[in-house]
């Protein structure tokens, strides 16, 4: 299975990413391959919600020709998994993780039929410095965004609060065992 794992983070070594990485771990001894993206790694441009979309779409899949474009699109379409990961930031996933997802409006065609991705996927990891039920709303605003209105299979979550501070998770050795755990499952 190709997994590809979506770094909403600008610290690689944070509390999502971390277990992010546990479960890729996991999916890893379990034989899958991975592609992890960094979205601070890669030019991505915001979204214009262009007109004639539809058919831009259908061309060239953006009207942006930027990484998002030309290298993250294609590596969506040929993924089997998809794992978003996100901290909380002023009440929500991170900028660039809502700008990652408002690109894929290049998957809706204009009757707002999806194309390429039911069928696929997805895990989301969210994490904050607040106890884990002030921000479970991010949860389940990607759990519906991605299943009810993309189409995407959910195979589960990790909604992780009481993380103050980058490396936080350390302390949670049983949350990280049980992320690396649900990576071992992947099938």
Not at 65 to 84: A, H
Not at 115 to 130: N, Y
Request: aromatic fraction near 10%; proline fraction near 2%; include cysteine.
């Amino acid at each position: 299975m190709k997994i590809a794992a979506v770094y909403g983070s600008p610290d690689k070594k944070g509390n999502s990413a971390s277990i992010t990485d546990a479960i890729l771990r996991g999916a890893i001894n379990n034989g899958h391959s991975i592609d992890r993206i960094y979205l601070h790694d890669i030019k991505m441009g915001n979204c214009l919600g262009c007109k004639n979309a539809g058919k831009i779409h259908q061309e060239r899949y953006c009207i942006h020709n930027d990484e998002m474009t030309t290298e993250i699109i294609p590596k969506l379409i040929q993924t089997d998994l998809i794992i978003i990961s996100s901290p909380v930031y002023m009440g929500h996933i991170t900028g660039i993780t809502k700008t990652f997802l408002d690109r894929w409006y290049t998957f809706c065609e204009e009757d707002f039929n999806i194309r390429f991705l039911p069928g696929k996927k997805f895990i989301t990891v969210v994490t904050s410095g607040a106890s884990g039920e002030v921000f479970k709303n991010v949860t389940e605003y990607l759990d519906y965004w991605l299943s009810n209105f993309f189409k995407l299979e959910k195979v589960d979550q990790i909604h992780a609060g009481d993380l103050m501070g980058s490396g936080a998770i350390a302390e949670k050795k049983e949350l990280l065992n049980r992320a690396y755990a649900l990576g071992k499952l992947i099938n």
